[in-house]
């Protein structure tokens, strides 16, 4: 809403901040063991993201967080 660019990749999970266009990014935020991130700006302008998480028997399950202060916290 702000005019900002978000961008969530990495592993762990990592969501970066861009208000300039791209030229220079900030992280915002790490995900500890979750992975894979996918992003999307709800209508009320809150962060949903859909991660994977790790488990040692080599399983992933998904897991849904959401942020409502553009991804400071989870």
């Known amino acids: 809403r702000d005019g900002s660019l978000l961008a969530a990749g990495g592993e762990p999970a990592q969501l970066w901040r861009s208000v300039n266009r791209?030229?220079?990014?900030?992280?915002?935020?790490?995900?500890?063991?979750?992975?894979?991130?996918?992003?999307?700006?709800?209508a009320d302008?809150?962060?949903?993201?859909?991660?994977?998480?790790t488990k040692q028997?080599?399983?992933?399950?998904?897991h849904q967080i959401r942020s409502r202060d553009l991804g400071s916290t989870w």
Do not use: C, I, K, T
């Open 45 to 53: 302008g809150s962060l949903l993201s859909v991660l994977r998480g």
């Open 22 to 42: 791209g030229l220079a990014w900030q992280r915002r935020s790490r995900m500890p063991g979750l992975s894979a991130p996918a992003l999307e700006v709800l």
């Open 57 to 62: 028997d080599g399983g992933s399950p998904l």
